[in-house]
């Protein structure tokens, strides 16, 4: 089963919108320190959650890998290496990513 339609769907419905706040302290951070934790969030999520793969797939070492998860976590106060935590920072990414096409596509 394809589950981008799935995803597709459900990121064009407002019902992701509460998940969007989960995000807004780290694109808030990324907007005023010029910073990547939004990307570095993204990365880490498609990587499995392997923080040594999101680190080489951005080109950082390990520990600055580790250093941006630890920020991450304290920007949200959410505890990344929880399984619910995980899926509604990436619901929240989905939402976030859902506004982003939108702004693009109609400016």
Known sequence: MDIEPLL?????T???EPFRA???PLREHDR???SDLVLTLKTYFSAGGNA???ADRLFLHRNSMLYRLERIQKLTGLDLKDDRVALALQLGLLAIERGERDA???P
């Open 8 to 12: 597709r769907e459900l990121a064009e």
């Open 14 to 16: 407002a019902a992701l």
């Open 22 to 24: 989960l995000i807004e």
């Open 32 to 34: 005023m320190r010029r």
């Open 52 to 54: 040594s793969e999101a």
């Open 104 to 106: 693009t596509e109609h």
